[in-house]
């Protein structure tokens, strides 16, 4: 069976996601085997537009990001469980997508770029390519960022304890901030407060899957996600024309986009095996890329040391990287959001050997109109 959630024809550029009229929860009733398409806008809820004006990414409302689709309700499901996902088919609705440099919000190079950037993408026929990033196709391998179920009330104050005290230190994103923008279309007066209060923000990954950012959990991808309440309630969006490892700008080609999942259960699976986080089997469905240039990174740099600090490894390689690709014309926005966009594989080469762990950043030279080898000058 496929069904079509309420979102679907009611919202567009412009439009409100938060009133599509949409009142009933969940959305959708499944049954093990069952399936859905779940229309979704792009992660900014239609802020961003398509010009050349940057200012709508200086004004940018954070509490509106992730509109996301669901909750789907799977019957039979229960805490132990697996919830399977096979995502059969992700694509664009507008054609149209965006990846933007936040200020203050830019990911680990955020300093280099105060003011922002935003470049505006055409995702269509397989690549996007972009008026304001000249000299690169970038092939398409859509994706839901935020996929995931309904965490139980317990795993909920477990998140709440464990991140509450980074909050002041801006290490993680605050609770309650945004109260007013929360969707929680059942509850009303002091519940709905509470309730917004203490409900997670979307912004990081979790046991539950959430923000995960996966670039291969595209067409043909099948996710196992441990259950943890009844029904399981299964949301996605955030959804992605196409994005690298780490999405180091935190910005992939944001897209509004219909997926395409069919839902089923493993009964006991989570407990039985132990899963306490996403498992998943990657799509078949991959970007034919054969020439790559790969930079290395390690944690040291002039007199300074680390030890085994894989994290700024992969900083040293994405400034290497960005630094590099200025070379060849681009600003350092431009090269910044390519390697954020482009399908450029990160790996941990090492960890093993102390004191230096390294890190390497593969970036496709398929995607550039122009070789980007080093050359004799």
Known sequence: MAIETPYGGTVGPGGDFR???????????????????????????????????????????????????????????????????????????????????????GGPLRSWFPRGFKSVWDCKGGFATSRHVPGVRIPAMPHPGVIGVAPSIDLLERWNAREDPLIAEEKAAPRGAAASTTVLRTLEGETR???????????????????????????????????????????????????????????????????????????????????RTPVFEPGPLEPRLTRWLTFTGVNARDDRQGYLDCTWAALDALEQAVEYLMKFGFSGEQAYTIISVAPVEMRISSMVDIPNACVTLAVPRDVFDRDIVPAAS
């Open 193 to 275: 407060e509470r309730v917004a209060r203490d409900a997670a923000r979307t912004v990081p990954p979790r046991e539950n899957g959430g923000n995960v950012d996966i670039k291969n959990l595209s067409t043909g991808a099948r996710v196992y996600l441990p259950v943890f309440v009844e029904t399981a309630l299964f949301s996605l969006g955030d959804v992605h024309f196409a994005e690298g490892d780490g999405e180091v700008t935190w910005n992939a080609i944001e897209m509004d986009g219909a997926t395409h999942v069919r839902l089923d259960l493993v009964k006991g699976a989570a407990r039985t095996y132990g899963i």
């Open 19 to 105: 009133k599509s009229g949409v009142s009933r929860w969940p959305d959708a009733d499944l049954g093990p085997g069952d399936e859905i398409i779940l229309e979704t806008p792009g992660y900014d809820d239609y802020q961003l537009q398509d010009d050349d004006d940057d200012r709508d990414v200086q004004t940018l409302d954070l509490s509106r990001v992730h509109p996301i689709g669901g909750p789907v309700a799977v019957r039979g499901a229960e805490p132990g469980d697996l919830l399977v996902v096979d995502l059969i088919d992700i694509r664009p609705l507008s054609g149209i997508g965006y990846s933007a440099v936040l200020p203050g919000m």
